[in-house]
């Protein structure tokens, strides 16, 4: 069981917007600004999308947006197109006594 | 451009111990934190320790017994020790980079890893099985 809990799937047109969230507790991603966000091909190693809850980093469109509120965060993909389809983890600091890192047990996105 | 690849092998039997080594090119392995991080066929990702360039380290308690991860400077690489693996240990392990952060702590500067991965290698698919 991971430590960080995500909808297993979720869905939608292109042009649409969906939303993962990411939920943990106070000790991880609701007590650090520290979520960072993954894109995942098949076969592929994951690839940064968003960091320190919503930082983009240099190359990443800016259909990729993420936010936090509480114990929950949340990555948001507007203007889904195609190539969006892939597997996204979360990740949060979870203080230096514990895990130090952890993630979320990732969604599949599927464009339809 | 920095890149990361793995290399080990790709069979280890049960009981023995996983050995992998990340290199590094298109820049230097000082200054920054370096990670390895596990993925089991089909299921999510786990943290399984880092390393920075000075030596010093941070495991995953789940795996901390049987974690070493080690570092040479002087040939761009890092390295992972795994022992007494099982069936479970098998997965696909990567290494990754994470960069450095400078905490004002008490009149002086504490380094301290950034909690994001910024570059991966592509991954080695490790199989434990006699």
């Known amino acids: 069981q991971s430590a960080l809990t995500q909808p297993r799937s979720v869905s939608g047109s292109p042009g649409q917007s969906v939303t993962i969230s990411c939920t943990g507790t106070?000790?991880?991603?609701?007590?650090?600004?520290?979520v960072s966000w993954y894109q995942q091909h098949p076969g592929k190693a994951p690839k940064l999308m968003i960091y320190?809850?919503?930082k983009r980093p240099s190359g990443v469109p800016d259909r990729f947006s993420g936010s936090k509120s509480g114990n929950t965060a949340s990555l948001t993909i507007s203007g889904l197109q195609a190539e969006d389809e892939a597997d996204y983890y979360c990740?949060?600091?979870?203080?230096?006594?514990?895990?130090?890192?952890?993630f979320g047990g990732g969604t599949k996105l599927t464009v339809l | 451009q920095v890149q990361l690849q793995e290399s080990g092998p790709g069979l280890v039997k049960p009981s023995e111990t996983l050995s992998l080594t990340c290199t590094v090119s298109?820049?230097?392995?000082?200054?920054?934190?370096w990670s390895w991080i596990r993925q089991p066929p089909g299921k999510g990702l786990e943290w399984i320790g880092y390393?920075?360039?000075?030596?010093?380290?941070n495991y995953n308690p789940s795996l901390k017994s049987r974690v070493t991860i080690s570092v040479d400077t002087s040939k761009n690489q890092f390295s992972l020790k795994l022992s007494s693996v099982t069936a479970a240990d098998t997965a696909v392990y990567y290494c990754?980079?994470?960069?450095?952060?400078?905490?004002?702590?008490?009149?002086?500067?504490?380094?301290?890893?950034?909690?994001?991965?910024?570059?991966w290698g592509q991954g080695t698919l490790v199989t434990v099985s006699s």
């Open positions: 390393i920075y360039y000075s030596g010093s380290t």
């Open positions: 106070s000790s991880d991603v609701g007590g650090y600004n520290y």
């Open positions: 298109g820049g230097s392995i000082s200054s920054y934190y």
């Open positions: 990740c949060s600091y979870a203080g230096s006594y514990t895990f130090d890192v952890v």
């Open positions: 320190d809850v919503s």
């Open positions: 990754a980079r994470q960069r450095t952060r400078y905490d004002y702590v008490w009149g002086s500067y504490q380094e301290g890893p950034k909690y994001y991965f910024d570059y």
